[in-house]
């Protein structure tokens, strides 16, 4: 699978890269959504995991532009906050992730 | 002034005219002994006698009014002033021969003592009358003088006391309204105490989310190594068979610690779903652990399946609350008792403690508005009032029991949800 993970935080973006390449599968990072665009444009994803609250775009307008540009591709949103209403196509989860369920949700 | 309720600041404006009416009563007073001595002037001895009773009247007065009324009370001084100034009115009425001058001082002297319009007062001023009017008729005072003045007397008390009626009225209005103003400045403040609460567990959680995400998957990808690694160096062995797993349940812990307290983060407002009872009791009751005292425990029987249609975070917070109330009640060793099972159409939630208990009076108050036994400021709980509206918008009931020096025992009921 090709994986596209967005995150501000450094150490999730490294710890979501390692399960990913551990898993066999192809990862690439972006700390915000205006880097995500710019990996996006020459990066098919098959899958993409966002946080929520980042500088910028937030994730949730990210996942809905990957939804429209991508439309095959499977929308994961991280959330640390409290309430997020639900979204079509989106698979909203909790942090801190269940590695296991956060694979299970990319199949 | 009649004392009301002690928590209620009299105006600044009724005191100054409370004042003001002293000084006018002490005026008229002057001028009324002024006058008594202008109609005996010449007899020396006589307009003496006239000045030391005047005097004195007045000093009494303004001692009773000063330092007895605060040993004795307002009723009794009051009872004072009226004997005291009868028997001066008599005497100057007796000594100046029962003119108009010194007629006066009797209709003038019942409005000094009718403050409040009470029925003892009423009867004071009965009394009064009475005495004066048999002494001035066995003294020589003309029939018709006493019929006059005091049908005056009588007539002054009974539109004084129309006044004096209004004005207490009015009084007591404004403290009422003054009361239950204050009363819900004091909600909206515990509401929003309770809401920024919520709003700093809200940002706490969040903020303790992201770095537990890589600090979780951290520990949990070391240990899968160190258990994957067929030539582990001894020194690493109880790493990877006690410390890391340990760990890892200690990250698990604060994992479930932060995760309840978003449950109980202030958010926008819920719709009514249908929801397991069960886990948020088990959450509220692991919070609540973290306030136990040193010699305290809970112990917890919780069914598992118990669903009700609500809104699961209120809900939460009552649960809370309930807990938390139980243990600030528990004794300093004290056990608190969380019991919830699924009924034949219910769901039932009990909360004991063996704490002091309360008394039927406490018992019946318990769930009113504002009603509380702790210190003022103390308590950032939701009032058991709160509780009780929101358990009956669930269409569910709450009640109490307890005795003094048994504890209380609180059960909330709510309708099971159709299966």
Known sequence: MRVLVVDDEPGIRKALTRLFTRHGDEVRAAANAAEAEAVLAAFEPDVVISDFKMEGMNGLELLRL????FPRARRILLSGFAEIDEEPGVTVMAKPYAAQELLQACL | ???????FPIPDGVLAITKRAMITAQLSAVAIVGALVASIWGNTALVAFVLVVGVLES????????????????????????????????ALGVVCGWTYAAWFLVPFGTTMVSAPPTRHAGRRVIAMLLITDAVALATGARGQDVV???????????????YLALADKLLRERERMYLALRAAREAAQAQEHLASIGMLAAGVAHEVNNPMCFVTANIEDLLAELRAEPALPARLVEFRDSILPETADGIARVNSIV??????????????????????????????????GAGQKITATIDPDLHVRGRSRELGQVILN????????????????VRARAGASDVELVVEDDGIGMSAETRAKLF???FTTKAP??????????????????????????EIGHGASFTIRLPAAAA
């Open chain 2, 1 to 7: 002034m009649p004392v009301t309720n002690p928590e």
């Open chain 2, 377 to 402: 400021g103390k308590g950032v709980g939701l009032g058991l009032s709160v509780v009780h509206g929101i358990v009956t918008a669930h269409g569910g009931s709450v009640s109490v029991a307890s």
């Open chain 2, 259 to 292: 995760a309840d307290l978003r449950r109980f983060a202030r958010g926008e407002p819920q719709a009514t779903t249908e929801l397991d009872l069960s886990p948020e009791i088990v959450a509220a009751v692991r919070i609540a652990r973290t306030q136990l």
């Open chain 2, 148 to 162: 006059a003045f005091t049908g005056i007397a009588a007539f002054i008390q009974l539109v004084l006391a129309a």
């Open chain 2, 59 to 90: 000093i009494v007065n303004i001692v009773i009014t000063l330092v007895v009324k605060r040993a004795i009370g307002h009723v009794r001084s009051e009872h004072l002033r009226a004997a005291f100034n009868t028997l001066c009115h008599i």
């Open chain 2, 322 to 337: 309930l807990v938390m109330n139980a243990i600030e009640s528990s004794a300093e060793r004290g056990e608190v008792r």
């Open chain 2, 368 to 370: 009113q508005p504002f």
């Open chain 1, 66 to 69: 990957v939804g429209r540009r």
